[in-house]
């Protein structure tokens, strides 16, 4: 039996760099279907509540990120020695790359509707409902994010906090 010679011939090295390449591509489509992947987990760090009369208190925060796909759910609990801050959100990624959803801050008892964009390393949001409105960015990459709320139509004016993931 003769064996046919195919003009097609690929070294080791060929085939080797087809399918690294073709791993590479099948994780950047899994890490594109899942946008808030390098968010998920548990995050702890410190900052600072600003309030409207100008006072400020230190604060120390865990934030813990979940969710599937294009769905993210959010907490963050931060507490200073008069007082804290319990925001809680849920988040859906539209084919387009908007952000809608919803969420709650506890201590000051708000709830309403969020929207916003998110792009690599960072997601920014405009808040509303229950007598405030506002804005909250996360800036992420690696194993730091630093959130930035500022808001108005309650007695907190901003909260901003760097923490570490872990």
């Given at each position: 039996?003769?064996?046919?010679?195919?003009?097609?011939?690929?070294?080791?090295?060929?085939?080797?760099?087809?399918?690294?390449?073709?791993?590479?591509?099948?994780?950047?489509?899994?890490?594109?279907?899942?946008?808030?992947?390098?968010?998920?987990?548990?995050?702890?760090?410190?900052?600072?509540i600003r309030y409207q009369d100008g006072a400020?208190?230190?604060?120390?925060?865990?934030?813990?990120?979940?969710?599937?796909?294009?769905?993210?759910?959010?907490?963050?609990?931060?507490?200073?020695?008069?007082?804290?801050?319990?925001?809680?959100?849920?988040?859906?990624?539209?084919?387009?790359?908007?952000?809608?959803?919803?969420?709650?801050?506890?201590?000051?008892?708000?709830?309403?509707?969020?929207?916003?964009?998110?792009?690599?390393?960072?997601?920014?949001?405009?808040?509303?409902?229950?007598?405030?409105?506002?804005?909250?960015?996360?800036?992420?990459?690696?194993?730091?994010?630093?959130?930035?709320?500022?808001?108005?139509?309650?007695?907190?004016?901003?909260?901003?906090?760097?923490?570490?993931?872990?």
């Amino acid at each position: 039996m003769k064996l046919l010679r195919s003009p097609w011939r690929l070294s080791a090295r060929t085939v080797l760099a087809i399918c690294l390449l073709s791993g590479a591509a099948i994780a950047t489509a899994h890490a594109a279907a899942t946008p808030f992947q390098s968010l998920f987990g548990t995050w702890s760090g410190s900052g600072q509540i600003r309030y409207q009369d100008g006072a400020s208190e230190r604060i120390r925060c865990t934030a813990y990120y979940s969710g599937a796909q294009r769905a993210l759910r959010l907490a963050i609990r931060c507490r200073g020695t008069t007082n804290a801050v319990e925001i809680r959100g849920q988040l859906q990624q539209q084919p387009s790359g908007a952000l809608s959803g919803t969420w709650e801050e506890r201590t000051f008892n708000a709830a309403g509707e969020a929207s916003g964009r998110m792009s690599p390393g960072r997601m920014n949001l405009s808040i509303s409902g229950g007598g405030l409105s506002g804005s909250m960015s996360v800036n992420y990459g690696g194993s730091r994010q630093t959130v930035v709320i500022s808001v108005q139509g309650v007695p907190l004016r901003s909260v901003n906090i760097t923490m570490t993931r872990g």
